[in-house]
């Protein structure tokens, strides 16, 4: 089975450029978590959602960051206008059964703005 | 005081010996427990779970939880080179808040492992 996808694997921008990230889980997992990982900061959760509906975005830095998930096998996670702070690698996760249990990591996007 | 916390390490260990990690939490309504390694480039992947006080085993790694002191250790058996990676505890909580959970993870140990 393929497990969680993520694209673009690498992404160089300049700053105030749109930043779109874009994950897709793995099928039939109803969890969905965007996480971003800094040295400073560790890995953190922005927010995550259940059954393609956004719980919990505590964790979003901004009103420049957004995440949606149209639909149960694809989810958005976007920076508009990026900046060089935002510079990290973003990972997307999913669950079968939520933040109380196991989480399968993609292989994360290593954002660069310069 | 960071809500999760992790001695950053290098840990460094000889082949064969025991690698012991140890996190502490400050939130007492905890409720799970996560051991997530992390290669260097590569994603966390879980490595063990626990839910109650207790010792709990899988292969080389034992997972060790203590809620009323508020930590959470893991411990590597006959250490080999490939254990050498970062290892990230990870806390959920419950909150008041609708979402009802919280996922806290610790800045990680690095661990390496000399043959």
């Known amino acids: 089975d393929a497990g969680v996808i993520q694209s673009p694997r690498h992404e160089v921008t300049e700053m105030g450029q749109e930043v779109t990230l874009r994950c897709k889980p793995i099928s039939g997992h109803d969890y969905l978590f965007w996480y971003r990982q800094t040295m400073m900061r560790g890995l953190e959760l922005l927010i995550y959602f259940n059954n393609n509906v956004p719980i919990d975005d505590s964790g979003m830095p901004e009103d420049r960051f957004s995440a949606k998930m149209p639909n149960a096998s694809f989810s958005t996670l976007k920076i508009q206008p990026s900046e060089p702070r935002d510079s990290a690698v973003y990972f997307c996760a999913s669950s079968p059964q939520g933040l109380a249990y196991e989480q399968y990591f993609g292989p994360g996007t290593r954002l660069t703005v310069t | 005081q960071k809500e999760v916390e992790q001695n950053s390490g290098p840990l460094s260990v000889p082949e064969g010996a025991i690698a012991s990690l140890n996190c502490t939490y400050s939130d007492r309504v905890s409720q799970s427990f996560f051991w997530y390694r992390q290669y260097s480039g590569k994603s966390p992947e879980l490595i063990m779970s626990i839910y109650s006080n207790g010792d709990k085993e899988d292969g080389r790694f034992t997972a060790q939880l203590n809620k009323a002191s508020q930590y959470v250790s893991l411990l590597i058996r006959d250490s080999q080179p490939s254990d050498s990676a970062t290892y990230l505890c990870?806390?959920?909580?419950?909150?008041?808040?609708?979402?009802?959970?919280?996922?806290?993870f610790g800045g990680g140990t690095r661990v390496l492992v000399k043959p």
């Open positions: 990870a806390v959920n909580r419950y909150t008041i808040k609708a979402a009802g959970n919280k996922l806290t």
